[in-house]
């Protein structure tokens, strides 16, 4: 058990890395080109990569890589090499947003406020939106460990 969870491990860690990395490095180029902007639409984005991250990106990355080895037996996914890696991704990351986006984001917590869709179009396309980065995330280290030869023990664990 233990061959595969420190693989795993690994993964579930390089990919949060890479998600709030990337994120943040986003958000703070936004804020700079935001920058002759009022301390107020300054804090409103604050507030929006809070929510967004922490309440969004990371949760779905998480169901998503827990929702990978479901994908994998249902679809045999892991003999189809990379390209069943990323296909089995993907479908985990959209099924992942679907109940984060339902549940976690409309709910109000302390200094993160609720999100509103104003439709179920809305709904969708932030599910989509949200989808991209995470599937990224777990795709990218996921390839890098196979390339050392570790992905298939990490693929297996996550």
């Given at each position: ?15 949060t890395?890479?998600l ?17 902007a ?6 409103a ?6 929510v967004v991250?922490v309440k969004?990106l ?20 892991r003999?189809?090499?990379r390209?069943g890696?990323?296909?089995g991704?993907a479908?985990?990351?959209?099924v992942a947003?679907?109940?984060v986006?339902?549940w ?8 993160l406020?609720?999100?509103v869709?104003?439709g179920?179009g809305?709904f ?8 991209v980065p995470v599937?990224?995330?777990?795709l ?10 570790d992905a ?5 664990a996550?």
């Open positions: 058990m233990s061959g595969r969870l420190v693989p795993g491990l690994v993964w579930l860690a390089s990919a890395l890479l709030a990395g990337g994120f943040l490095l986003f958000a703070y180029a936004a804020s700079r080109l935001a920058g002759g009022g301390a107020e639409a300054r804090t984005l604050a507030i929006w990569a809070q991250l969004g990371l949760p779905q990355l998480w169901l998503c890589l827990a929702l990978w080895p479901v994908c994998d037996r249902l679809l045999g996914l003999a189809r090499g390209a890696l990323a296909a991704l479908i985990a990351a959209f947003g679907v109940p986006a339902a976690l984001l409309p709910l109000e917590l302390p200094r406020p609720a999100v869709f104003r179920p809305n969708a396309a932030t599910v989509l939106e949200m989808s599937w990224l995330a777990g990218l280290p996921a390839l890098v460990l196979r390339a050392r030869g298939s023990r990490a693929v297996a996550a």
